[in-house]
């Protein structure tokens, strides 16, 4: 068996992996326009790598202007089977402390309605299951790799995903609390949801920078103290994905999962009825259900 391509979306420095190898550059345009960046491939221990920084390097992306759909395309047609999102958050418990990592199982969506979220439309109609976002494998490798490389990580949790760019207000920060979310970002929606379309394995790597401002105890969130934070945090992502794919080169096994047979029930159109350059746009994504 094959091992599975492995992408990485997060900061500009996580290709920066002790150990990589046959490092590469390459700009993809897809369908649906340009992507954050320029794709960087290599390959660690054997496993084929693919990062790409979701806002571009140098930081020139707000979250709403980052091209989910061109980004998870274009890790699609370099073959990606697994991405690993490395994601800065803000904590909503008290026991999640800052410089803790978080791996979630559960997103709300509180963006509003700016992002394109879906592949499907222009003649064909697909509805994919997300009550369970996350890979249940990916999450299970990724914990158990944040564990062995020494870090604090949480198991578990609902990342809630709000428009940004701005910082919650105290009032909506409580009232998230209150809902009983774990973490607060403004990245991962609706990146997980376009992996799931692609029928990419997707895990949340979330690195808890601070706790948004409900902390009566901390000073309110601000960019200064999110780069400080973040900075440290890098390492230790780096040090995750590493562990991360040693074991897949090792042939350590995790729990199966359904993420790469996502689609096969979820295209409701007559394939027939798909138009001509629709179809040639989703070929990457339904091509093989199609073909039957």
């Not at 094959?2 to 290709?15: A, D, K, M, Q, R």
Request: net charge negative.
């Amino acid at each position: 068996m094959s091992l599975p391509v492995i992408g990485v979306i997060g900061g500009s420095g996580l290709y920066e992996i002790e150990g990589l190898t046959d490092i590469a550059e390459k700009r993809i345009e897809t369908p649906f326009g340009t992507p954050s960046d320029a794709f960087i491939t290599g390959v660690l221990d054997g496993v084929r790598m693919v990062f790409l920084p979701r806002h571009g390097r140098g930081h020139r992306l707000l979250p709403s202007e980052v091209n989910y759909r061109a980004n998870i395309y274009g890790m699609k047609t370099l073959g990606v089977d697994q991405i690993i999102s490395v994601s800065a958050v803000g904590s909503m418990k008290e026991e999640i402390v800052p410089g803790h990592i978080v791996i979630p199982d559960q997103f709300f969506d509180r963006t509003q309605g700016k992002r394109d979220s879906t592949f499907f439309g222009n003649g064909v109609v697909g509805h994919v299951q997300f009550a369970d976002p996350i890979c249940p494998a990916m999450a299970q490798r990724v914990h158990e790799a944040a564990k062995t490389v020494g870090a604090t990580a949480h198991r578990g949790g609902t990342y809630i995903c709000i428009e940004g760019p701005n910082f919650s207000t105290r009032a909506e920060s409580n009232i998230y609390r209150s809902w009983g979310v774990d973490v607060i970002g403004m990245t991962n929606i609706p990146e997980a949801r376009l992996a799931r379309e692609a029928e990419i394995c997707y895990a949340t790597v979330a690195l808890a920078t601070d706790y948004d401002c409900w902390h009566d105890g901390h000073d309110d969130v601000s960019v200064e103290a999110v780069i400080a934070v973040i900075q440290q945090n890098v390492a230790t992502a780096r040090q995750i994905i590493r562990e991360t794919v040693l074991d897949i080169a090792a042939g350590k096994s995790t729990a199966a999962c359904g993420c790469g047979e996502a689609l096969k029930f979820a295209v409701m159109t007559d394939a027939s009825l798909i138009p001509a350059e629709t179809r040639s746009v989703l070929e990457p994504l339904i091509g093989k259900y199609l073909a039957r």
